[in-house]
């Protein structure tokens, strides 16, 4: 069941990164899992890919740009999707048995559920991060992490917690300079958003960073 799981969220994550159509296929599989499984972490996989699904038409532009979280148009995100991500996973919680996937899928809901941004509840992300590390402590869920803590503590704690994370790890760029920019060092966050880009693992993200850059780089101008 593990294994299926695993090649489960690898279909849909392809598929979120392009083709709708995969993405659903993977939902329907995972809806199909879960009526033969007694597993709460299936119903977790199943959540989170409802919760993901759902903000589906808001994360792109219509040139396929990236739209970050932050700068999503909420009233595209799909409300009975999220409803129905919502109630599997706390039916799922309920079982006291918790994973991986239901871990995540508890913090795709506190997003979901935040009316905007700033209303986000970046105190029970944080808590859920550190519940997800106890069954995923890789460098990605650690930077994911910062992120969090960046915005519930402050830029100076998030950056505290990058620092302990191999400079190496794709991504890591990206995360420094949104931490430093909220820190107020705005030249050093520039230098990082272009190394971002030069690090892109594909076209739709290198573009988003190098506009990050250039935004920062217009404002340091004006700013002298």
Do not use: K
């Not at 995100?77 to 994973?99: K, P």
């Amino acid at each position: 069941v593990r294994t299926v799981m695993h090649v489960l969220y690898l279909v849909f994550n392809e598929g979120y990164s392009g083709d709708v159509d995969l993405a659903a296929e993977a939902i329907r599989l995972a809806r199909q899992l879960a009526t033969l499984v007694d597993d709460p972490e299936v119903d977790g996989l199943l959540a989170l890919m409802l919760l993901h699904h759902a903000r589906r038409r808001s994360r792109t532009r219509p040139d396929g740009g990236i739209v970050p979280l932050a700068e999503q148009d909420r009233s595209q995100w799909d409300t009975e999707l999220i409803a129905e991500g919502v109630a599997v996973v706390q039916a799922a919680l309920a079982h006291d048995r918790l994973g991986e996937y239901q871990a995540q899928a508890a913090i795709a809901a506190l997003h979901a559920d935040a009316p905007c941004f700033e209303d986000t509840d970046w105190i029970q992300i944080l808590e859920w991060y550190d519940e997800l590390l106890r069954f995923a402590d890789t460098p990605i869920i650690r930077l994911n992490r910062a992120v969090a803590l960046g915005q519930a503590d402050g830029a100076p704690a998030g950056l505290a917690a990058l620092a302990d994370i191999d400079e190496n790890i794709p991504r890591r760029d990206a995360v420094a300079a949104h931490l430093h920019e909220r820190n107020g060092d705005l030249e050093l966050a520039a230098r990082l958003y272009a190394a971002a880009a030069r690090n892109a693992p594909n076209l739709a993200e290198r573009d988003h960073q190098t506009r990050q850059a250039a935004r920062l780089n217009q404002l340091l101008r004006h700013q002298r």
